[in-house]
């Protein structure tokens, strides 16, 4: 139990747990287990108890018993993620129940992991420690690089030049027009001298401008030579990229609108708008970065194109449709793909527009996808879209509250349907806003 053992070793702070129980005996005996392994325990015989000590204390781990006098665990925990500040906190759950849909089910809420009671002493610390040392090394987050400049911002470029005397000079030339890098940020240029290679964690939507001491030429792509013009030619060439790439992405979308607006001419209610900018919200509170930011974005606004291709009066019946027109309302994702698997530009957007009415239990359609062939774009998309649908009116029921349309969206990730994680993330903003 490296984790463990390195953390009593050290003069690091000992691991703090917070166990929610509500059998006296039972928690008694696990807490004096874990703090003879150095670890801090507090404990709750509740589930409100069990989220005031979690956001009180902020721990590094929550044991959680799924049986529990006020509410049960699952609740517990999608609290616990749903929270921004105690999302990432891992949660396992220690429970007498054993079925695979009780696993499923507190896995599908954003726990760590499931141990079924009785456990023994040996595999529950190994079990702690496997979580504890993943928790404190996770993976390296994809890091965006900010979409939100303020006019006359300036660009940030990253130096990968061998020479450390060639490079310190590069980078003094570039600091007249660029701001450098720090470490893990992700710059919007990266300058490589020759024909060396890119450094293999930088995205593909990153410019490259290759450099060289003598006078410069092509081969096989741009070779700028590095001289007092450098700033200017790199600052030029990034941003004509950019421009290049946004145009012919956003000219091809309008296209592609419009041919959808020409077949049924029917009023928007901006609900389309508004699912892409949840969409989006929940995308930077998951750490993506702006090109898949702007993957979201376009492919929630044409999620639904594949309606222009559907009789107007299967889209403009309020009352309940029958299996046929059900049926033939659920070919709308495949029909949207047929529309735009012209374009180039956006096949990044067809995952999303063929898959965001696909539930990670399978149940979805058109494909019956489960959850390990579901994108996180389009999970986010889902998840977006059902929420922004519960904030209005319908013919069969009216709009909720933000606050009940979270709920309502919790107990779907319990149900096995939606990502607990996206969900999670949507919560915490519908609260931050709620707060402000």
């Known amino acids: 139990m490296k984790a463990i053992e390195e953390a009593v070793r050290s003069d690091a702070p000992a691991t703090r747990v917070v166990v929610v129980e509500d059998d006296q005996a039972s928690a008694d005996v696990l807490q004096r287990r874990l703090q003879a392994n150095g670890m801090v325990v507090s404990v709750a015989h509740d589930g409100r108890r069990g989220i005031e000590l979690v956001e009180e204390i902020l721990p590094d781990l929550v044991l959680l018993d799924v049986m529990l006098p006020d509410t049960d665990g699952y609740d517990v925990c999608l609290r616990i993620k749903s929270n921004t500040v105690t999302s990432p906190i891992p949660v396992i ?170 077949s049924h001419d029917r009023p928007g209610s901006g609900h389309g708008e508004r699912v892409a900018s949840r969409a989006v919200q929940i995308g930077r509170a998951l750490g993506l970065d702006d090109s898949t930011r702007m993957t979201i974005r376009l492919g929630s606004l044409l999620r639904d194109v594949g309606n222009a291709r559907l009789p107007a009066a299967i889209l403009a019946k309020s009352g309940e449709l029958s299996p046929e027109e059900r049926a033939t309302l659920e070919r709308h994702p495949i029909l949207g793909e047929e529309i735009l698997s012209g374009f180039k530009r956006l096949s990044g957007l067809l995952p999303i527009v ?47 509250s933000e606050a009940e349309a979270v709920r309502i969206l919790q107990s779907a990730v319990a149900r096995g349907e939606l990502d607990a994680a996206v969900v999670a993330a949507l919560a915490g903003q519908v609260r931050s806003a709620a707060a402000r």
């Open 93 to 262: 759950f220690l429970s007498a129940r054993g079925e695979v849909v009780d696993k499923v089910r507190g896995l599908s809420c954003g726990a760590a992991d499931y141990i079924t009671k009785p456990f023994q002493a040996a595999e529950l610390l190994a079990r702690i420690d496997a979580v504890l040392g993943q928790a404190r090394n996770p993976r390296v987050p994809r890091l965006g690089r900010r979409i939100d400049r303020a006019p006359g911002e300036r660009l940030v470029a990253r130096v990968v030049v061998a020479d450390a005397a060639l490079r310190e000079h590069v980078q003094q030339l570039l600091l007249s027009r660029f701001d450098l890098a720090d470490v893990g940020e992700i710059p919007d240029v990266v300058i490589v001298e020759g024909s060396a290679a890119v450094p293999a964690d930088m995205p593909e939507d990153v410019a490259v401008v290759r450099v060289t001491t003598g006078p410069g030429g092509t081969d096989g792509g741009e070779v700028v030579p590095v001289d007092a013009q450098l700033p200017r030619i790199v600052d030029l060439l990034v941003r004509e990229r950019g421009l290049d790439h946004d145009l012919q992405a956003a000219a091809e979308a309008l296209i592609v609108l419009a041919a959808a607006i020409g």
């Open 354 to 400: 063929r898959h965001h009415h696909e539930r990670l239990d399978g149940t979805g359609y058109p494909d019956g996808l489960r959850a390990e062939q579901i994108p996180l774009e389009v999970r986010i998309v889902t998840v977006a879209d059902r929420f922004e649908a519960l904030l209005a009116d319908r013919a069969d029921r009216p709009a909720v």
